[in-house]
């Protein structure tokens, strides 16, 4: 054990692993349910939308304004993202990692309790409002429970544990397609019980992460906490000689001594950070606007075109589900071995050749009577592609490249880059679909190809190295003598230049 410590590597202790469970279930679980939750009801939903207002009006609904409520119904989320991404910079500082994560459930139960009474109610309103609710949540946890979990992670954990999150994501996504299924829940009488059980998640969460402890970071580094930060490594290692690590974390606080608060608009001015904002922007845009979301809206379409039966669609899209989490699962084992880097490349490379193929073969498609099938092909292993790099890896990569000070407000931009790639290919992908048929794929493509380019020239591997190794990695691509150069001498933000070559 005392070895262990001296090579700065830790154990999967059950406490770790149980906060791990509790902050990704809790939160990360309640995304992927909420991506998911609205598809299989939509008919029943929209048939609701349509009585409600011949009850108050006593006329039937315009087909224009039915589509636009049901539009915002479904863009609420996305929106609510990017506002849950904008609080989280003031949320974790003031609360905490633990603290944000158990503030947000708020945005879960309330919005539940709401969807789930819209019916009784007779108001579609509620759901709407409750949506942006919950894409508040979906925001504020995608950013916190990769940055907590990054926190309380060893750094030879720290990849396996960050993939988590997208792990429940995937297995919400799943389940509320399982439960989505037509004699499940997703008819006219199931369909707001299918939005209300966002809300268990929460509660769970609500009632067991109290109990774990505080990102230890955060304790020694803000808090400015020696003894709790100490407890809390101690809990989560399991063995009372954690100095090492305290030591390295002390290391990181000195390091950011001189730059103090960083804000989002600082952040955009350093030089010093100026090639880890780049990447992350890159990365994180990458992941939405490689096309994502649009092989998903366009998965039912390619299986009716293969045959697949209207009543049987459900299933299939299910299975996808299915595909995803086992892929996932996959990544978490290989995260360590393989690399950051590495999953990153393969990732964007199978998107890339997927939306290729895709694209030939929705083309001819009424010409060979066996393309679609290759359409399925297609859609599953763009699936397998995006789940072994693009999905997981980009919110753990910001919490490696980013130290303490910076981190809040790196997520903040990260996330927003994210809700708002996400919301605009919601937006836009019917034009472009309508305008460009099957040669839509070939924008992702081209996008997946130029991630891919950057990835390989400018991202460095982050495996198996602490926050500050992977900054001083990047001191040189900013050309900078620092992680925080020298500046003025009225300013406060300096750095002696003895922190680097500790």
Not at 81 to 100: E, H, P, Q
Not at 141 to 158: D, F, I, Q, T, W
Not at 197 to 216: K, M
Not at 328 to 345: A, C, D, Q, Y
């Amino acid at each position: 054990m005392e070895e262990k410590t001296q090579e700065g590597t830790g154990e999967l202790t059950l406490v770790l692993a149980l906060a791990t469970l509790i902050a990704a279930f809790g939160s990360s679980f309640q995304y992927g349910y909420n991506v998911a939750a609205v598809n299989s009801p939509s008919e029943f939903m929209l048939q609701f939308y349509n009585d409600t207002y011949y009850d108050r009006n006593e006329e039937t609904i315009e087909s224009f304004t039915l589509t636009l409520l049901w539009s915002l119904t479904v863009s609420m989320f996305p929106f609510g993202g990017f506002i849950g991404s904008l609080m989280v910079g003031t949320l974790v500082n003031k609360l905490g990692r633990k603290g944000a994560l158990l503030f947000n459930n708020i945005f879960s139960i309330l919005p539940a309790i709401l969807m789930g009474c819209s019916q009784i109610a007779q108001s579609f309103e509620l759901i709407i409002i409750s949506r942006l609710l919950v894409g508040i949540c979906a925001g504020i946890s995608s950013n916190v429970v990769p940055m907590y979990l990054g926190e309380l992670a060893p750094k030879n954990l720290r990849g396996a544990l960050g993939v988590v999150p997208q792990l429940f994501i995937t297995v919400g996504i799943l389940v509320a397609q399982l439960f989505g299924l037509r004699s499940l829940l997703a008819n006219e009488d199931g369909w707001p019980v299918l939005l209300g059980l966002t809300g268990v998640p929460a509660g769970l969460q609500l009632l067991l992460l109290p109990f774990f402890p505080e990102s230890p970071r955060y304790l020694l580094i803000q808090k400015k906490n020696e003894l709790a930060a100490e407890k809390a490594l101690q809990t989560l290692r399991g063995w009372k000689d954690v100095h090492l690590e305290m030591e390295e974390i002390r290391k990181e606080d000195e390091a950011e001594k001189a730059a103090g608060f960083i804000s989002v608009w600082k952040l955009f001015t350093m030089q010093s950070l100026r090639w880890q904002l780049i990447s992350m922007i890159v990365l994180m845009a990458g992941q939405q606007l490689s096309g994502v979301n649009a092989i998903y809206y366009y998965a039912d379409q390619i299986y009716l075109s293969a045959g697949v039966k209207s009543d049987d669609v459900q299933y299939v899209t299910a299975g996808t589900g299915a595909v995803n989490v086992f892929m996932t699962v996959l990544t978490i084992f290989v995260v360590e071995l393989w690399g950051r880097r590495f999953l990153l490349l393969i990732g964007f490379s199978t998107c890339l050749i997927a939306c290729v193929v895709l694209t030939a073969a929705l083309a001819l498609q009424n010409t060979i009577s066996w393309m679609p099938y290759i359409s399925i092909v297609c859609v599953i292993v763009y699936v397998v592609g995006h789940a072994v790099g693009p999905s997981p890896i980009p919110a753990l990569f910001i919490t490696e490249i980013f130290l303490q000070s910076s981190r809040p407000a790196a997520y903040m931009i990260g996330g927003s880059v994210h809700w708002l790639s996400n919301f605009t290919v919601g937006l836009i992908f019917p034009f472009i679909q309508m305008g460009l048929g099957p040669y839509s794929f070939i924008i992702f493509a081209t996008i997946c190809l130029l991630t891919t380019i950057y990835i390989f020239m400018i991202v460095p591997e982050t495996k198996g190295r602490t926050f500050i190794e992977i900054n001083q990695i990047f001191t040189m691509k900013n050309k900078v003598s620092d992680i925080y150069p020298k500046k003025e001498e009225e300013e406060l933000d300096t750095l002696p230049h003895t922190i680097l070559e500790q």
